[in-house]
Nanobody, 122 residues
Framework: QVQLVESGGGLVQAGGSLRLSCAAS????????MAWYRQAPGKQREFVAA???????NYTDSVKGRFTMSRGNGKNTVYLEMNNLKPEDTAVYYC????????????????WGQGTLVTVSS
């Protein structure tokens, strides 16, 4: 079974920091881009950040300069370092691998994690 598992969410005061992790496991041939999305209560899911296999990153404007996405040495783990958190960052954060290749079938999967809740108090 191929899955993405997020961790690291929690409750933090405004101005604080959190580090989210996302680990991919199972019969994985390769993963190129991995991304973080978030969904606040009553709002649509929105893009936060992405990283390619080569380490190139892209961020939504509202988190630039505060969030940093990185990739672990094994390439199947990504992190989202979140600094200077604001109440508007409160959301469930989801990890996504849009073109993960499954080794047993050599087919693409658009895989999502179950999400981790980040709550920022004012």
């Amino acid at each position: 079974q191929v899955q993405l598992v997020e961790s690291g969410g929690g409750l933090v005061q405004a101005g604080g920091s959190l580090r989210l992790s996302c680990a991919a496991s199972g019969s994985i041939f390769s993963i190129n881009t991995m991304a973080w999305y978030r969904q606040a209560p009553g709002k649509q899911r929105e893009f936060v950040a992405a990283i390619t296999s080569g380490g190139r990153t892209n961020y939504t404007d509202s988190v630039k300069g505060r969030f940093t996405m990185s990739r672990g040495n094994g390439k199947n783990t990504v992190y989202l370092e979140m600094n200077n958190l604001k109440p508007e960052d409160t959301a469930v954060y989801y990890c996504n691998a849009p073109k993960l290749i499954i080794s047993t079938t050599m087919t693409y999967r658009d895989l999502w994690g179950q999400g981790t809740l980040v709550t920022v108090s004012s």
